[in-house]
């Protein structure tokens, strides 16, 4: 069995979708709106009837691999983790 911290976003949803599990833990969340296209929101409903997860769950678990994809197909990711490093900071107020 693979070590649950040295899975990438992407194998822990994988995962997800092939066994219903305990959820993760709750980070720190914000209330967000968002528009998606019904062909999307039909794809995050077939995660979530997968998993037995909320749509919310779901919802956070694919962005973060959709991210974690991209990210990790940037040259180089330095601008980007400097930007998002001062958005914590500014989100947390730490």
Do not use: C, K, W
Request: glycine share 4%.
């Amino acid at each position: 069995m693979h070590d649950e911290d040295q899975l990438s976003p992407i194998e822990r949803m994988a995962i997800s979708a092939r066994q219903s599990g305990a959820p993760d833990e709750t980070p720190s969340l914000r209330a967000i709106s968002l528009r998606v296209p019904l062909r999307l929101l039909a794809s995050i409903d077939a995660f979530v009837q997968l998993t037995g997860q909320s749509r919310n769950t779901a919802m956070i678990n694919l962005l973060e691999a959709g991210v974690y994809a991209v990210r990790h197909e940037l040259d180089n990711s330095d601008d980007f983790d400097a930007i998002e490093e001062a958005l914590i900071t500014h989100l947390t107020g730490e």
